[in-house]
């Protein structure tokens, strides 16, 4: 079993044995499942006081994660099951990533990704931030150039941007939230890549995994809260064929932290070169018994209400082979094959089919309104309609838009946004 030493010697502690049982216990899941399966892993990353923990708890019904104590925080990776729509899935918490803690973080990341290796499959990467927060710091933009580093840029349709705190209480505020959200999406993605997905932690969705625009409340809308975020892992990672983030393809070849991306990024040295010409303990395959746990860092602030707890454990009894992560190689075929699916077979497709299904909703024939709409674009969201014509498609141009031609109804919200599509489809019809 992988160790874990936490000595923060607080009160709040106490849950700490029962959060790294149910660490091992999954653990053991994963080593006993069939050998044709691997398990799916999502890791959370992101600074201290964000919430990761309770989105944690809130996506899997555990307890124990999300703290009050001063001294209680994450310092070594945790996992926690969750069963949605018949496909099981690991969350994986980690450390803050805190100044003068990046490399400690990416050590114990590196260390949980190893005790997973090689009966799962890290499948996602959610980067977890605060809405609340009126600037970004410097450490925040490392966090994100980080998080490629750790990933790579073909891993970014496997990245979702998870932002919490959506707490407002004034109209004005709601609003200034959501520009920042456009603002540092935009930001995202020019690191991360534009297939970056994203998500809001405490915002209602419609059933068509759309957000609706409205904040919820923490305590009396805890049930919706946690279905929502259920639903949004299964949206995003459901129905995908995942691929390996770059650090899973680095250990595998034994690479030393210091020569990885992310190792390189943070300043890790390459280990000493002996006489003998081994590498120092640094090396992966070697973390969980060489580095020490990362140190206390600031406390979480602003703690998110916990869900209730439920639990569902099973008793696994057989081991699996070792079975490496696919590497990268080029195959000239193979692209040529890809590239003409990817690049003439599918937009074809995505055309008809966009076309025909906005020609349906809006009561004409398959191709009228959207005849020239893009492909990559989505016919039901005004923000792209906007796109599609050249226009500025964030929500204050949107907003000064419905205001000159009399739509008085809530920025952001459902009805606010067909009102709005469906005027520039009158006015500027593709």
């Known amino acids: ?9 607080s009160s709040g502690m106490r849950s700490a044995p029962i959060v790294e049982a149910r660490t091992q216990e999954c653990l053991e899941e994963m080593r006993n499942m069939p050998s044709d399966e691997l398990a799916n892993v999502i890791i959370l990353i992101g600074r ?53 803690k990046e490399q400690d973080v990416f050590r114990e990341i590196v260390r949980g990704i190893e005790a ?6 890290i499948v996602g990467v959610m980067l977890v931030t605060r809405i609340n927060d009126n600037r970004a710091e410097a450490v925040d933009n490392k966090l994100v150039a980080f998080v490629d580093k750790l990933c790579g840029p073909k891993y970014a349709g496997q990245i979702t941007a998870v932002t919490n705190f959506w ?41 068509f995994g759309e957000d609706a625009g409205e904040c919820l409340k923490w305590r009396g809308d805890s049930d919706d809260i946690k279905a929502y975020a259920k639903a949004m892992v299964d949206r995003h990672y459901g129905g995908i064929v995942p691929r390996d983030p770059v650090i899973v393809q680095e250990l595998f070849e034994n690479q030393p932290l210091g020569k990885t991306a992310a190792g390189e990024f943070l300043g890790i040295p390459p280990p ?33 209400p916990r869900p209730s707890a439920s639990s569902d454990r099973a008793n696994p009894s057989q081991s699996r082979p070792q079975m490496p992560p696919e590497p990268d190689r080029p195959n000239l075929v193979e692209d040529l094959i890809k590239g003409v699916f990817n690049n003439v077979l599918i937009p074809a497709a995505q055309d008809f089919l966009a076309n025909r299904a906005l020609g349906v909703m809006m009561g004409g024939a398959a191709g009228g309104a959207a005849g020239g709409f893009p ?14 014509r050249g226009l500025p498609g964030d929500l204050g141009s949107r907003t000064q838009y ?26 500027r019809p593709l």
């Open 1 to 9: 079993m992988v160790s874990s030493s936490n000595s923060s010697g």
């Open 272 to 304: 000493p070169q002996s006489s003998s010409g081994s590498t120092s303990a640094s090396s992966p395959g070697q973390t969980g018994a060489t580095t020490p746990p990362p140190p206390t860092s600031e406390p979480e602030a602003e703690e998110i």
């Open 167 to 207: 707490n407002v209480s004034e109209p004005e505020e709601k609003m200034e939230f959501e520009m920042r959200l456009e603002e540092r999406l935009h930001q995202w993605r020019a690191v991360l890549g534009q297939e970056m997905k994203q998500y809001q932690h405490g915002r209602r969705y419609n059933s």
């Open 116 to 121: 997973v290796q090689p009966h799962a499959k």
């Open 48 to 100: 201290t006081g964000v919430g990761k923990s309770a989105l944690l708890e809130y996506l899997t019904n555990a307890l124990g994660h999300s703290k009050s104590s001063p001294n209680a925080v994450t310092l070594n990776f945790q996992l926690e099951r969750v069963n949605l729509f018949s496909k099981r899935y690991y969350i994986m918490d980690t450390p803050g990533f805190d100044t003068d």
């Open 402 to 427: 419905a205001q000159a031609r009399g739509i008085n109804l809530e920025p952001g919200s459902p009805a606010f946004g067909d009102a709005v599509r469906s005027s520039i489809m009158r006015e």
């Open 375 to 388: 492909s990559h674009l989505d016919p039901l969201s005004s923000h792209d309609h906007f796109v599609a």
